[in-house]
């Protein structure tokens, strides 16, 4: 029996590979299934940026500034700039990707390719079908599954895997399984099922589904499986859910099949889980718990090997965990656990009550650098109202003692919360600036009603009254819209909270890696060492140097190098210190270049 893996089809920047598809990769392999992956990002890339850009160019005269380098360098040099941006994304190296215009620039790009050609991508004559349909065929497999996302915001994507998957069944005639984070809640898979007419949908945690499913649709015999739905009668028979009962027993994630080199990153990053669920699990907003029933975790031990097998087998020593939330229970287990094992980094979601200055010291001298809390609201009746069982008083000193310990911290506030008012929001305006000395980064969002978040499953207890999908309105407090307009305003009134550091994170999550590798590597303005690794951080073409791949950056000059100094300029690429590329004299010289940036820890390229 051989299974084809289809990964979520998106052209989007990478900065680690997919962990659910590597879970499946190594369940199914283990379970002795031939099984092949089809990746999508950056396959996707290459198609929109370098195989398929000429196609795409009249969509890109029709954006403002690409508009205008076309009309003014050409056709030719723009399609070769696509081409550079192409190499930037997918490459290891560290250059081009330390200043916050180069990155603003790889940032526009991919959001114009998430809102312009995807959607293209399923008509003709763009080959993204027969292209998808090929690489799937290329495996012969016997049954074909689909990692599927967020398919309502990208309509015309859906369309483009649905047709994918006629032309897989009418030629093929072989089983199609769906799958993936888009298949959480009932309404999904109802809607899923609808659009994408499986034979079946696979949901919750997915590898014994998977496995058992394959070996029953190998015997011919399909019966009860849980966590997989199929049709029968006039719909979608939902299937029993059930957790996996011992983490412990799964195979590693495999990630054989990516190209760990090809991400946006000059480390690698790896994910890992080491408990599925929240401990939590109260929050009035979220439906991540109802992803997994009830939480358990994978026991100190198998965590111990897990990470053993990544550095032995990935070379990796960079890991973000994508446990729901870190309580400072379980981050007590860890610290105890981890401290078994040197050099390597975490990065983790965390659950900001009962972390103490001596807890969050541990964490910090066993590898964890970054901590994403999920801080919400600076107002207590807010956090109540959300059960959120925190105190702001209580995260504010955890925020303190985490950063006083070396750790970056970023926060997850929520706006709009029903019964939120615009003097409660002010609040969490006023908790920030309170504590920007100790706050890196801050993730805002506006309410939203999630299937089967307490919320939505209950709206009275919290005055909201429905409206359909995911709309709704409130007795008392900020309605949506004007939550949206509020927090806008906040947005644009330069908000700052980075304390004194230099760390650029345009976009959204997929940055949140990036965020981590600096918290690692530590990238500082801090001159007083010479044994810093110094970085160019300009986007150099021939003997120019410029701070934005499109030209548009106007704080910084475009720098005409001289011989000497392009090849200074070329040796700055965060492998050396700055006292072993030169001697003291030119050092001083060299330091007052705009376009260098300095790490306090050398990126050493993996051996393989
Ligand atoms: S918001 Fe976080 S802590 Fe709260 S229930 Fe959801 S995952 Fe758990």
């Not at 790889?106 to 998808?132: K, M």
């Not at 939902?238 to 957790?243: C, F, I, K």
């Not at 066993?366 to 600076?378: A, K, M, N, P, Q």
């Given at each position: 029996m051989k299974f084809c893996l289809v990964e979520r089809q998106e052209s989007r920047i990478r900065c680690a590979p997919d962990l659910g598809a590597a879970y499946l990769l190594g369940v199914c392999r283990e379970a002795g299934f031939g099984t092949s992956l089809v990746c999508g990002s950056p396959r996707t890339l290459y198609d929109s940026l370098v195989r398929d850009a000429a196609a795409f160019l009249d969509t890109f005269k029709e954006d403002r500034l690409f508009g205008r380098i076309i009309k003014d360098r050409g056709e030719t040099y723009f399609l070769g700039l696509l081409k550079e941006m192409y190499?930037?994304?997918?490459?290891?190296?560290?250059?081009?990707?330390?200043?916050?215009?180069?990155?603003?620039?790889?940032?526009?790009?991919?959001?114009?390719?998430?809102?312009?050609?995807?959607?293209?991508?399923?008509?003709?004559?763009?080959?993204?079908?027969?292209?998808?349909?090929?690489?799937?065929?290329?495996?012969?497999?016997?049954?074909?599954?689909?990692?599927?996302?967020?398919?309502?915001?990208?309509?015309?994507?859906?369309?483009?895997?649905?047709?994918?998957?006629?032309?897989?069944?009418?030629?093929?005639?072989?089983?199609?399984?769906?799958?993936?984070?888009?298949?959480?809640?009932?309404?999904?898979?109802?809607?899923?099922?609808?659009?994408?007419?499986?034979?079946?949908?696979?949901?919750?945690?997915?590898?014994?589904?998977?496995?058992?499913?394959?070996?029953?649709?190998?015997?011919?015999?399909?019966?009860?499986?849980?966590?997989?739905?199929y049709p029968g009668g006039a719909g979608l028979v939902?299937?029993?859910?059930?957790?996996v009962a011992d983490l412990d027993a799964l195979p590693p994630p495999d990630f054989s099949d990516y190209d760990l080199d090809s991400f946006f990153l000059p480390v690698r990053v790896l994910p890992l889980m080491t408990a599925r669920g929240c401990e939590w699990a109260r929050c009035a907003f979220c439906n991540h718990h109802a992803t997994y029933p009830g939480y358990h975790e994978v026991s100190p031990d198998r965590v111990l090997e897990l990470l053993e097998h990544y550095r032995d087998r990935y070379k990796t020593d960079m890991i973000m965990l994508h446990d729901e939330t870190l309580t400072a229970r379980r981050a007590t287990q860890l610290v105890d656990t981890l401290s078994r094992l040197d050099g390597f980094y975490y990065y983790s979601y965390a659950y900001p009550r009962g972390y103490t200055k001596g807890l969050l010291?541990?964490?910090?001298?066993?590898?964890?650098?970054?901590?994403?809390?999920?801080?919400?609201?600076?107002?207590?009746?807010?956090?109540?109202?959300?059960?959120?069982?925190?105190?702001?008083?209580?995260?504010?000193?955890i925020l303190k003692a985490s950063r006083e310990a070396g750790i970056i911290n970023v926060l997850f506030l929520l706006f709009g919360f029903p019964g939120e008012t615009s003097e409660a929001a002010m609040d969490t305006v006023k908790f920030l600036e309170r504590n920007k000395g100790y706050v890196e980064r801050h993730s805002n969002s506006v309410f939203f009603l999630q299937e089967g978040s307490p919320v939505a499953l209950d709206p009275s207890v919290w005055g909201v009254e429905p409206k359909g999908g995911t709309g709704y309105k409130v007795e008392k407090g900020m309605q949506n819209k004007e939550a949206k307009e509020f927090l806008k305003r906040i947005e644009?009134?330069?908000?700052?909270?980075?304390?004194?550091?230099?760390?650029?994170?345009?976009?959204?999550?997929?940055?949140?890696?990036?965020?981590?590798?600096?918290?690692?590597?530590?990238?500082?303005?801090?001159?007083?060492?010479?044994?810093?690794?110094?970085?160019?951080?300009?986007?150099?073409?021939?003997?120019?140097?410029?701070?934005?791949?499109?030209?548009?950056?106007?704080?910084?000059?475009?720098?005409?190098?001289?011989?000497?100094?392009?090849?200074?300029?070329?040796?700055?690429?965060?492998i050396r210190s700055a006292r072993d590329i030169d001697d003291d004299e030119r050092i001083d010289r060299f330091l007052r270049y705009p376009y260098i940036v300095f790490y306090r820890k050398p990126f050493l390229k993996p051996s393989h």
């Open positions: 190499g930037a994304i997918t490459s290891n190296q560290i250059t081009d990707k330390t200043n916050p215009e180069a990155l603003e620039d790889i940032w526009r790009l991919t959001t114009f390719l998430r809102d312009r050609t995807w959607p293209a991508f399923g008509r003709e004559p763009f080959s993204f079908r027969t292209r998808l349909y090929e690489a799937i065929t290329a495996s012969k497999p016997d049954v074909v599954g689909f990692s599927l996302w967020n398919f309502y915001d990208h309509p015309q994507m859906a369309k483009a895997i649905s047709d994918v998957m006629s032309r897989v069944r009418s030629q093929l005639d072989i089983p199609i399984i769906i799958g993936g984070p888009g298949m959480a809640t009932a309404g999904s898979r109802q809607d899923a099922f609808r659009i994408f007419k499986p034979d079946y949908i696979v949901h919750h945690e997915g590898e014994l589904a998977i496995a058992g499913l394959l070996s029953m649709l190998e015997a011919g015999d399909v019966k009860d499986i849980a966590n997989v739905s939902e299937g029993r859910t059930e957790a010291g541990g964490m910090y001298s066993v590898g964890f650098r970054t901590l994403v809390w999920g801080v919400e609201s600076g107002n207590q009746a807010v956090l109540e109202s959300m059960r959120k069982g925190t105190n702001v008083t209580e995260i504010e000193s644009t009134s330069g908000l700052r909270t980075a304390s004194g550091t230099m760390y650029h994170m345009p976009g959204d999550t997929e940055f949140r890696a990036y965020l981590f590798m600096q918290s690692v590597y530590g990238e500082t303005s801090d001159f007083c060492s010479q044994d810093l690794i110094p970085v160019r951080n300009g986007v150099l073409r021939g003997d120019t140097l410029s701070p934005s791949f499109f030209g548009s950056g106007v704080c910084r000059p475009v720098l005409h190098l001289s011989g000497k100094d392009s090849a200074f300029i070329g040796s700055c690429g965060g």
